[in-house]
């Protein structure tokens, strides 16, 4: 049998070598139009790289089918990483798919939806305090250097998503760039979300090797912002003390590959741009109710960046903007609970009047 379609091996005389690539179908996601939306934003062009579309919903499948290829080049016997909800739901598709065991250190915040999906996996799953809206940098630390001095002392392949830990599984992301190039060689700005700044590394290192000239824009939250703030100026590192963000993923208030990220960022000519919760959480409705996405909110802040460059005349009508959307909506929902318990069911019989006073609401395309 011949494995039809995506998966990084296509990519292969870019990336670390291995015998065999683990896949699952992952990478080669579309390129999407936003029409109505840049209509809205008053942009000619702007359009979505669709990461959401990947075999377990996230950018992070790129990572992990690179990380288990190489773990079983390597001869680990299994696998260990930290994750808030994404990179452990790939490490444990992939790391079975392999047939490699694999211990999952998860942040005690993690939206249900991620949590919920481990649990058929066989890998073991374990909560960790202190990682969560209020994280502090030694916390952070602390954790990743536990995780480090384990995978040594057993010989376990560190599948954490950051280059600090894991170098070579994150020339996976790489392709995320080489499919940009790819896909729209003229976007002139890649919007995407940054927490640890390996994302942003990865892609931006991908679109220079294919000397892809688009500015990288570093998007994050207002209340855990190191990487933007340091490129501002504002901070000598890219460190905090402790963020103060509810959007999970990206509450990381000592990114290790914050430097990584600002470097790149500065060399492709782009800038940062921090957005308030509360943007985010429009952007996301926004972009669900104009073009029928829905994303989760770590991958909604690179949009509400883009928004907020698009009204401070940052971003302009002569500019082809991309956003990165890194996750997919359905990991973590918890903000449209209210929505969906409100919904109370009714009788077939009042069917025929509910139809009719919806359908009452209708506006035909030339009324609207
Ligand atoms: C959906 C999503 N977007 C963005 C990020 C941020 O990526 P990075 O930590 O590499 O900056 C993450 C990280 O967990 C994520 O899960």
Known sequence: ??????????????????????????????????????????LRRLAAKMETLNPTGS?????????????????????ITTSSGNAGLAMAA?????????????????????????APYDVEVVPVDGIDRESTSTALSELLQEVSLAAARHDL?????????????????????????????????????????????????????RSVPSRVIASQPVGCAPIVR??????????????ESSILSLQLPNPPDGLLAAKAVVESGGWGTVVTDDAVGQAQRLLATTEGVLVEPAAAVALAALISDAA?????????????????????????ANDADADRPIEVGQLPGRVDAWARTIRRPHER
Not at 165 to 185: I, S
């Open 59 to 79: 950018y992070k499948d790129r990572v992990a089918a690179m990380s288990v290829s190489l773990a079983l080049q390597r001869g680990n016997p299994g696998w």
């Open 1 to 42: 049998m011949t494995e039809n379609g995506a998966g990084l091996s296509r990519f292969a005389r870019d990336l670390p070598p291995v015998d065999r690539f683990v896949s699952l179908g992952e990478g080669s996601t579309p390129l999407v139009s936003l029409e109505r939306l840049a209509a809205r934003l008053g």
């Open 230 to 243: 340091f490129l501002a100026g504002e901070i000598p590192v890219p460190e905090i003390r402790r963020g």
């Open 94 to 118: 992939y790391g079975t798919r392999a047939g490699l065991p694999g211990q999952i250190f998860i942040g005690g915040s993690a939206p249900r939806e991620k949590r919920l999906a481990l």
């Open 157 to 209: 392949f560190v599948g954490v998503t950051l280059h600090a830990f894991n170098p070579d599984g994150m020339r996976g992301v790489d392709t995320l760039g080489f499919e940009l190039a790819e896909q729209d060689p003229e976007a002139t700005h890649v919007y995407l979300p940054a927490g640890g700044g390996g994302l942003l590394t990865a892609t931006a290192r991908g679109l220079r090797i």
């Open 312 to 336: 401070s005349g940052r971003l302009t009508a002569a500019d082809n903007p991309v956003v990165v959307l890194s996750g997919a909506g359905w990991k973590d929902l918890s903000a449209f």
